[in-house]
């Protein structure tokens, strides 16, 4: 029996944390994330949980923490955002590097500078080659959900990778919304007990971690690191169609939302893609044949499959809540491009646009904008720009 | 029971040879003399800042480490070992390891990770109370990167960033007192100490920090043959000389409790700590004469401040 409640995006992950009943959890306090280690440490004072909450002196202390449990043979959890996650960043490397399948609840945030607390994606995009696997979440639900299919994915042995979570900071992070969560333990059934195969608390056979690993074998580590994510994304296939069998809530790589008829298209990650389907149902009402495709998994980028849905389209707008400030279009974009290209599929006309920056909102109305340029384009055929902002005054 | 050097001898080696530190270097002997203090039944977890130590003791695929070793990174290894205990802490207590003996927490860096770049880490960890020995092998430099100065380099050597000009005669400021601002934690057992003689100092010190309950820091004296520019076999002569100019005054606070372990019956001037060092070569040149006073002078006040320490908290009682 699942549980009806209404919490917050960030109660959401704290709840699934709270489940997931980690050894570890260290973290440091960033707004939107903050809530996060707030909740869980109250899980703690009041002893629902088993967990060591360490509450470290930085963010880079939070992931060295993690990686030390987590390594240890433990399962380690933190939560983050924006210079929280930049400070880290040394550290994202060590743990994929290590192989440690950790887990991070990232709520976005722009990265400084200028300091800015609301929500884009400048964090985790420019993470996105920490060889984390990154999964992002368009509401509270898809968080807690993601959260509590993040372990599995990463501790399977053909993976052995961290994690991160992703959701809009303060759009989903702290607006209230009803949730269905599920039973403490179905949740414990499904993720298992963590048995990692050598890890440092075992006295019986001491391990070192962590060498000086010269061009005689680094090599070697890094092509195998690049095979786990390979592999991730039949894991995450596998351990979604469990999840869909345990709470009827099936996930893929990406989400089709009435792409079945549609001409053109917009790409776009989480909150955002709410909106976008309310865009989307009320054009449909004016017999215009729109449809959306929004990433769950960004990491790894699920090439083939991504071109193969936009494949029929004629346009294609792709929406980055980062800029890669490359003068080429957002992250995004250049993946999404870059997956038609290497793929051999040359038929959609594609279109870049950046926006939402620093928080700025992102209305229906600009969505429209966004759907009546790929109309224009489906019919002339013509690109009048590539690159694109929308939504800023120029 | 007493030490004896003979039974601490024959226990069994936890820090194997074959490494690749220098010949000379004092930071695998403080290394070996720490580790020897564990019971044979305990287990160890160990983490390493990124340094000389790391990088010449655990060689893909190749390691020195007999206990559990982790490498993280420069500036971590207080964080990351804080970690592994509190997975520890956890795991003992839901029951996920039962295994016999205690396993023990011990963090190394060098003064260039602890003093300088690993500072807050270290901080953080001994603030948040876990039970983990930090270990500084203080050799006074960034050795590993070639020699540059650190906040633990003397006044006055010569480092590849603090280099001996026309206008300048090496490092311009004092070395940062860590163990002090370590004492300031408020932490259950901090000292000072140096491998000399038959090691009972450095034995008895790690003894002491492991087997105490909370966080323990030890700050020892790590001679570098390269950085401080004297002949590999005279290593153990350096580090005499330290202890007997009160250089580095060998020391422990238990409890905010300050005890001196050894005051030299006939306290050498600084110079001869200096003089055997190529990096202070040029502090003997007829025109850096006020240079050497300056460092007796300096030497002097911090070892008179260390006494009055010892007489202040004299009355204190300790529970050892």
Not at chain 2, 101 to 122: M, P, R, S, V
Request: charged letters at 25%.
């Amino acid at each position: 029996m699942s549980i009806r409640d209404r919490l917050s995006g960030n109660e959401a992950v704290a709840y699934a944390m709270k489940q997931i009943n980690p050894d570890v959890v260290a973290a440091f306090p960033i707004t939107p994330s903050t809530e996060v280690p707030q909740y869980f440490s109250n899980y703690v004072a009041d002893g629902k949980v088993d967990t060591e909450f360490v509450p470290v002196e930085s963010e880079h202390s939070a992931m060295s923490a993690c990686i030390g449990a987590e390594a240890s043979g433990g399962r380690a959890m933190t939560a983050t955002s924006a210079n929280g996650l930049a400070l880290m960043w040394e550290l994202l490397y060590i743990a994929s590097g290590s192989r440690l399948p950790i887990v991070m609840a990232c709520v976005n945030r722009a990265l400084s500078g200028p300091i800015n607390i609301h929500n884009d994606h400048s964090d985790s995009m420019g993470a996105r080659d920490s060889g984390w696997i990154q999964l992002y979440s368009e509401n509270n639900q898809e968080a807690y959900d993601n959260m509590i299919m993040a372990h599995r994915i990463g501790e399977h042995p053909d993976v052995l990778l961290p994690v991160m979570v992703c959701q809009d900071g303060f759009i989903t992070s702290h607006a209230i919304e009803n949730i269905e969560l599920i039973e403490d333990d179905d949740v414990k059934r499904f993720i298992g007990e963590y048995k990692p195969k050598d890890y440092l608390l075992n006295k019986s056979n001491p391990v070192s971690m962590g060498p000086l690993d010269h061009f005689t074998h680094y090599f070697e580590h890094k092509r195998q690191q690049a095979e786990a994510m390979r592999n991730a994304k039949e894991v995450i296939l596998q351990v979604s169609e469990e999840f869909y069998k345990l709470t009827g809530r099936r996930y893929g790589l990406f989400e089709e939302y009435k792409t079945n008829d549609a001409e053109v298209c917009i790409v776009v990650l989480n909150s955002t893609a709410g909106t976008a389907k309310y865009v989307v149902d009320k054009m449909r009402q004016n017999g215009k044949k729109v449809g959306l495709i929004k990433p769950r998994v960004y990491r790894p980028f699920p090439v083939y499959e991504i071109s193969k849905a936009l494949a029929e389209f004629k346009a294609v707008a792709v929406m980055d809540k980062a800029d890669s400030f490359n003068g080429a279009g957002g992250p995004l974009f250049t993946d999404v491009t870059s997956a038609m290209v290497s793929s051999e599929t040359l038929g959609p006309k594609f279109i870049n646009y950046i926006y939402g920056l620093g928080g700025r909102d992102v209305k229906a109305d600009d969505i429209e904008v966004i759907y009546n340029e790929l109309i224009k384009i489906a019919n002339t055929g013509k690109v009048d720009s590539v690159y694109n902002y929308i939504g800023v005054r120029e | 029971m007493a030490y004896n050097l003979k039974e601490v001898a024959k226990k069994p080696e936890r820090f194997t040879g074959g490494h690749r530190m220098c010949a000379g270097c004092g930071a695998p002997i403080v290394i070996r003399q720490v580790l020897r203090a564990l019971k044979p039944e305990d287990h160890a977890v160990i983490a390493s800042a990124t340094g000389c130590l790391e990088v010449s003791t655990f060689l893909y695929p190749y390691t020195a480490w007999k206990d559990s070793f982790i490498h993280c990174a420069f500036e971590n290894s207080a964080a990351t070992i804080a970690g592994a205990e509190a997975a520890y802490t956890a795991m003992k207590r839901s029951g996920k390891i039962k295994q016999e003996g205690e396993t023990k927490f011990i963090a190394f860096g060098g003064d260039g990770g602890t003093y300088d770049i690993g500072l807050q880490a270290l901080s953080g960890a001994v603030e948040r109370g876990h039970d983990f020995v930090y270990v500084c092998y203080d050799n006074g430099a960034y050795m590993n990167t070639g020699i540059q100065r650190s906040s633990a380099t003397p006044m006055f050597a010569e480092t590849t960033t603090s280099p001996v000009g026309k206008v300048s005669p090496g490092k311009q400021q004092w070395r940062k007192e860590l163990t002090e601002i370590m004492v300031k934690h408020n932490i259950p057992y901090v000292a000072q100490s140096a491998a000399t003689g038959n090691m009972k100092d450095l034995y008895e010190k790690a003894e002491k920090a492991i087997y105490t309950k909370g966080p323990a820091f030890l700050n020892v004296l790590a001679p570098c043959p390269r950085g401080w520019r004297y002949e590999a076999t005279d290593c153990m002569i350096v580090n005499k000389l330290a202890i007997d100019t009160c250089f580095w005054p060998l020391y422990e606070v238990i409890n905010g409790k300050y005890i001196i372990n050894y005051k030299p019956k006939n306290k050498l001037p600084v110079v001869e700590f200096l003089k055997v060092q190529g990096r202070f070569r040029h502090l003997f040149k007829k025109e850096n004469e006020d240079l050497l006073v300056k460092i007796q002078e300096e030497v002097d006040k911090r070892w008179e401040e260390l006494l009055l320490q010892e007489e202040l908290t004299s009355k204190r009682e300790i529970d050892n």
